[in-house]
Every structure is written in C-alpha cells, then in structure tokens.
C-alpha cells in the first residue's frame, strides 16, 4: 500500500518578533528532537518575509523546514513591495504558501494570481502549497464543490506534469479559520476526497501521493480524529502553530 507523505506545517501568519520566534523556534527544535518517528522535511512553519535571514539561519541543519507566506507572480522588476521566489531561494526557502484565504479575501488575489504564483515558486524550484476554500456563506448556498473546484482548476491549467510533482494542497475552510470551529472529519475527507479525484484527472500517479493538509483551528484535541481520514496528509495550521507544546501536540498525530 502506497505511503502517502505526511506534513505539518505552521503558519505564523503576522506574528512575532526576534526574541519570540527565537523561543519558538529554540522549544521546537528540543521537542521535535524528542518526537519519534518524524521524517526530516515534513513539518515546518511559513514565517513572515522580515524573518527570513533569522530563521533560515536557525533552522540550517535542523529537520524542521522554513516556508514563505506568499511570493510574487513577477520574476523581478517594478513591483514594490513585493517578493521573488528567486529571492526566496536565496535563503533556502523549501515552499511557499499561496492563494491563503487571507490574501484571496484581504489583497482580492483571483483564482487566475493564485495560479500565476504557484507556477512562479515550482519554476523556480520551491514546492507550493496552495490553499483552497470556501466562505461560509458559500457552503451556506451548496457552492462548496464549485468554489475548491474553480480555486483548484485554475492552478491546474497553470502546472504541466513535472509541475505537479511540487504541489502541496491545503483544504482550508475560511468558516474555520481562527474561529475554533473546525469543520468535522467527515466535511473535510469529503472535501480532500473531491480534490484528490480532480488531480487524478490530470494524475492518477500524482493524485495517490498528493499531500492534502486540512487547516482551520487544528488544535491537540482534534487533530488525531482528522488526521485519522484516508485523504487528510497532515495540517496546516495557525493558532496553535504559536505556541510550541500545541503544534508538537499536533505534529506528534502524524508519527502515529
Ligand atoms: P487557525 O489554525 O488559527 O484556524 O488558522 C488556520 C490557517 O489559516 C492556517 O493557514
């Protein structure tokens, strides 16, 4: 039976300062020393732009892997303000973050931006995971499967095969995002299951070994139930990315 690849990965979202990630990172460097049967590279944490010299320089040699929380869908030029996957490269980075329901909302970044960044980090040789979902006024009116679809396809239509092999998916319902209500197992594997067969269109090989992360108040006491279903490869999560002993809690669910 095929071992899909398992992740955690914390986003820190705009949080901290140099003493703080410092600990942070100091407390989860000693506690993921401790945590048996955790593979190299399969938990990190997206850290904010400012940091990435201090964190990269932290984490050199360590098994825990840095992440950006976005990046620009230009390879250089007139863009202030913004950042180049190359320029992420320069410090290691191993994935970024793009399409976080945050930005699509906050920044009014389309499913088409979305798409034209992820195509961006994977040429430049980062992993991209990409986050999909819906409002809860969007469930609220049936649009669940056309909304993760419509986020989905258009990432799709913008990575050829060898492409696809960098891609990461996180199921994030923005309903559940910061608001302690998580969305059940059963409403996420159905989600993750919905995506996994539309990659498998493209992919059936790549479908069967596509991490899909669930994210939205994972926390130590719900993680294993989630983690539990057969199309959820782990989390991404906010909060309780924060606060050491809560995310090794929850990366502790995916050694089991
Ligand atoms: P919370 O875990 O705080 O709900 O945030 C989830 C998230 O947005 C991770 O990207």
Redo the contacts with the bound molecule.
Sequence with gaps: MLHREKLVVG?W?MNGNRAENAALVRDLLSGLGSLAGIRAGSVGV?VPYPYLAQISELLKGSPLFWAAQDVSDAPSGAYTGQVSASMLNDFDCAMT?VG???RRGLNHESNELVALKARRAVAAGLRVLV?VGETEAERAAGHTEAVVLGQLGAVLTELDGAALERLVL?Y?PVW????GQTASPAQAQEVHALLRGRVGQRSESVAARLPILY????KPGNARELFGMPDIDGG??????LVAKDFLAIVAEIAR
């Design positions: 986003n979202k997206c973050l976080h329901s945050e986050c996180a994030e559940a995002i910061g608001t994210g939205g108040s994972v991404l999560i906010g909060g309780a990315s």
